[in-house]
């Protein structure tokens, strides 16, 4: 099994910064993608950035020239440095990873969320 999990959410006003982090353990034997999600309250999950093994990315326009994603493949681990902060940012921030692990067996696993609320 591969765990997930996340740190860095918290309360910032408008306009502030905050970094999230988010680690994988286990049995790992390659990360394809890494990538951030958020849901916000009554609203679906939606991508934020990923980022490959290669170091591609892609972001959802809403973030763009905001926000960077970036990995290190050594420690297993994806950041996302969260700029100029809105009020719409305000939700819970989910970590996915997809790889393999032993025995070449594919896996896809969510961390646990993290709460990011700007306040205006």
């Given at each position: 099994?591969?765990?997930?999990?996340?740190?860095?959410?918290?309360?910032?006003?408008?306009?502030?910064?905050?970094?999230?982090?988010?680690?994988?353990?286990?049995?790992?034997?390659?990360?394809?993608?890494?990538?951030?999600?958020?849901?916000?309250?009554?609203?679906?999950?939606?991508?934020?950035?990923?980022?490959?093994?290669?170091?591609?990315?892609?972001?959802?326009?809403?973030?763009?020239?905001?926000?960077?994603?970036?990995?290190?493949?050594?420690?297993?681990?994806?950041?996302?440095?969260?700029?100029?902060?809105?009020?719409?940012?305000?939700?819970v921030?989910?970590?996915?990873a997809?790889?393999?692990?032993?025995?070449?067996?594919?896996?896809?696993?969510?961390?646990?969320?993290?709460?990011?609320?700007?306040?205006?």
């Amino acid at each position: 099994q591969v765990q997930l999990v996340e740190s860095g959410g918290g309360l910032v006003q408008a306009g502030g910064s905050l970094r999230l982090s988010c680690a994988a353990s286990g049995s790992i034997s390659s990360i394809n993608a890494m990538g951030w999600y958020r849901q916000a309250p009554g609203k679906q999950r939606e991508l934020v950035a990923t980022i490959t093994s290669g170091g591609s990315t892609n972001y959802a326009d809403s973030v763009k020239g905001r926000f960077t994603i970036s990995r290190d493949n050594g420690k297993n681990t994806v950041y996302l440095q969260m700029n100029n902060l809105e009020p719409e940012d305000t939700a819970v921030y989910y970590c996915n990873a997809r790889g393999t692990i032993v025995a070449s067996i594919k896996f896809g696993s969510w961390g646990q969320g993290t709460q990011v609320t700007v306040s205006s």
